[in-house]
């Protein structure tokens, strides 16, 4: 019997892995394998370990592991291809594959799209955005963001689209900010290009609320969250993993 298992990152912060639980739960209600469960990498319960357990005594024999994360970096390429062959070898006789991260695209794009404009402040001339990641040590995880900034500028009028990070690269968010309030435009969009909510949205909302006045207007969008496009991406790379099957 084939299962999915939705590998999502996990937070400190509760409203956060409960966004994450309703996410993926919307994904399940339009796909028809037999066996989903959700489980978390870190910081939220269950684990891997114990999400596979669980598929296993519904009986399933084959399982196709789905990370729910943007972009492939050290977790999607390493942390969870290790667990999982490292759990492997306990169960041989459950077959695993390996999907992909929602990655780079259109969709999210266009979300981030929807996210700027329902803020509800019209773009000046010279306004720029700042993209914010998560942030990571992998050269693709830079590569990526670099290219999804380059996409909003096609698709959005802005004068300049940045990239930071949150950790583990530079430049650093508050060099971000800074390097934002030097300039000579009006207004700055800061799009976290997060799925969820946590420490690292909240930690930027209180760094953008206590900016002094007298710069550049800064508006902070919506994360990713909860919308049918992200859902359609999840989907899409569940299907994805099931045909090309990339076996650990």
Request: glycine share 6%; net charge negative; aromatic share 8%.
């Amino acid at each position: 019997m084939k299962a999915v298992l939705y590998i999502c990152h996990g937070s400190r912060v509760k409203e956060g892995r409960n966004q994450a639980v309703e996410f993926v739960s919307k994904c399940k209600e339009d796909l028809s394998y037999p066996i989903q469960e959700t489980c978390f990498l870190e910081l939220s319960k269950p684990n891997i370990y114990e999400g596979i357990i669980t598929c296993m005594e519904q009986g399933a024999k084959e399982i196709v592991v789905v990370p729910v994360l943007l972009l492939a970096a050290t977790h999607a390429k390493k942390d969870i291809p290790n667990e999982v062959e490292r759990i492997s070898r306990e169960f041989p006789w459950i077959t695993f594959h390996i999907g992909r991260p929602l990655g780079v695209h259109d969709k999210l794009i266009s979300v981030i799209e929807e996210r700027v404009i329902e803020m509800g402040v019209p773009l000046q001339k010279d306004a720029t955005a700042l993209l914010v990641g998560r942030g990571s040590s992998d050269p693709d995880t830079i590569s990526d963001l670099d290219q999804i900034a380059k996409r909003i500028l096609e698709k959005m009028p802005f004068q300049k689209v940045s990239v930071c990070y949150l950790a583990a690269a530079k430049p650093t968010f508050d060099e971000g900010i800074k390097q934002a309030q030097l300039g000579s435009n009006s207004q700055v969009f800061v799009i976290p290009y997060l799925l969820f909510t946590g420490i690292l949205m909240k930690e930027m909302e209180r760094k953008i609320s206590r900016l002094e006045k007298g710069g550049p207007d800064f508006n902070l969008c919506h994360y990713l969250g909860y919308h049918d496009l992200v859902t359609e991406v999840l989907k899409e790379r569940v299907v994805e993993a099931f045909e090309t099957r990339v076996t650990v």
